[in-house]
């Protein structure tokens, strides 16, 4: 177990399936955070280097049904849950999709609406206007590990996808190599970051 005394958080492990959560859970609000702490330079973004998540989404089990959806009237709904400024639906919109983005950071999901001409709506995923059931695809990119309560993340993304839809996170291991190794000394333990610290069984 991992203390704090000056903030009074702590953090457990649940023995049989290993997850790891700070407690108490208190949500981080950089809502009105300024850009520059999210990227510091925007010019020299890469976008390219987010087509793998294209690839990858297109690849995975239901991603035929997906690939044949490009080439109808309809094309493939993807919604981001934690998009930032929308980088990863850049790729997506240039592959032909129906792209959508939610993140509750203001400064960046306005560049996003303005410089990346996105539909992306400032909010919690909790509190989103999706509509249920209307994506094909969902995805969050190392988002998960950050929320307050990831049960009512997960229902929410889960309430947006179309029956046999995808649902697609990406998150930190903390039973890699390096995270056991070190536990709760290591880089990888961030208790006033993550909030949720997640192993293959645990998620």
């Known amino acids: 177990m991992w203390d704090d005394h000056q ?3 702590e ?3 649940c023995a049989p399936c290993r997850f790891t959560f700070v407690w ?3 949500a981080q609000d950089f809502s009105e955070e300024p850009a520059e702490s999210y990227y510091a330079d925007w010019e020299q973004l890469n976008y390219s280097a987010f087509d793998y998540y294209v690839a990858d989404v297109m690849t995975a089990e239901g991603g035929r049904a997906i690939q044949m959806k490009l080439n109808s ?3 493939p ?3 981001d ?3 930032g400024a929308g980088q990863v639906l850049v790729q997506f919109r240039s592959h032909g999709w129906s792209v959508r983005g939610v993140d509750p950071w203001a400064a960046v999901t306005a560049i996003g609406r303005k410089y990346l001409r996105l539909p992306i709506e400032t909010a919690r ?4 206007s999706v509509p249920a059931g209307s994506q094909d695809v969902v995805i969050s990119i190392d988002v998960l590990q950050f929320v307050a309560d990831p049960r009512a993340f997960l229902d929410a993304c889960m309430a947006a996808l ?3 839809g995808l649902l697609y996170l990406t998150l930190p291991n903390f039973e890699s190599t390096e995270s056991v190794g070190a536990r709760f000394a290591g880089s990888k333990f961030l208790p006033f970051c993550y909030l949720s610290y997640f192993t293959p069984t645990s998620i």
């Open 24 to 26: 108490p859970r208190l």
């Open 11 to 13: 953090a457990y492990i």
């Open 162 to 164: 179309k029956p046999g």
């Open 73 to 75: 009237s309809e094309p």
């Open 77 to 79: 709904a993807i919604l």
């Open 125 to 128: 995923m909790e509190d989103a």
């Open 7 to 9: 903030s009074g958080r």
């Open 81 to 83: 849950a934690g998009c």
